[in-house]
């Protein structure tokens, strides 16, 4: 009884390690929108299949049932679709979408990111444009993911209405991040 005891429980240990690996790659909605690859939807689909393979085993040799099996194998598939909502999937591209509202190439951007200049501070200082019309157009294309995924059915519109202020306030970080100018030795 003991061993058998041991033996489920470091089964319950792989089949923990492997669920988290699962759950860390199966491909949620992407950052900047772009299609899933039939590669991401394998990579989770072969995961699967290697825990089945290990369960299989264990109902081989006695250890757990068939029906412990297919249990543990929906369990698994119900956690990776419950996964927690990320706010940074829905920001998107903020230096190409900031190059966008710009006008700006995106290397000519980065050059002044790294000279020390936040996003906002290079859009107040280009003509025409605004810090706060950045964040507004940041925060629209941001919007449109997230209404793209509640149109997906890839989250609920309660789900949509906690993030966008998440994603909002980390838009607003990301555009008045600035980085202290590089030291230069003379």
């Given at each position: ?140 294309a941001a919007d449109a993911r997230i209404k793209a995924a509640v149109d997906a059915g890839k989250i609920t519109a309660a789900q949509a209405d906690q993030l966008r202020p998440k994603v909002h306030e980390a838009i607003l970080k990301i555009v008045d991040h600035d980085r202290p100018a590089p030291v230069?030795?003379?």
């Amino acid at each position: 009884m003991r061993k058998l005891i041991v033996v489920i429980g470091a089964t319950l240990i792989g089949v923990g390690a492997l669920t988290t690996s699962v759950l860390a790659n199966t491909p949620g909605p992407s950052a900047t929108a772009v299609p899933q690859t039939a590669n991401s939807g394998d990579h989770a689909a072969k995961v699967l299949d290697r825990l089945n393979d290990v369960l299989v085993g264990l109902v081989r040799n006695g250890v757990i049932t068939t029906q412990q099996k297919d249990a543990i194998l929906d369990a698994v598939k119900n956690a990776a679709g419950r996964r927690d909502l990320d706010a940074r999937q829905f920001i998107g591209d903020v230096v190409k979408g900031t190059s966008g509202y710009l006008g700006i190439p995106v290397a000519e951007l980065k050059a002044q990111v790294m000279k020390g200049k936040s996003l906002g501070e290079i859009a107040n200082a280009t003509a025409g444009k605004s810090r706060e019309g950045l964040l507004d157009a940041l925060d629209r294309a941001a919007d449109a993911r997230i209404k793209a995924a509640v149109d997906a059915g890839k989250i609920t519109a309660a789900q949509a209405d906690q993030l966008r202020p998440k994603v909002h306030e980390a838009i607003l970080k990301i555009v008045d991040h600035d980085r202290p100018a590089p030291v230069v030795s003379q």
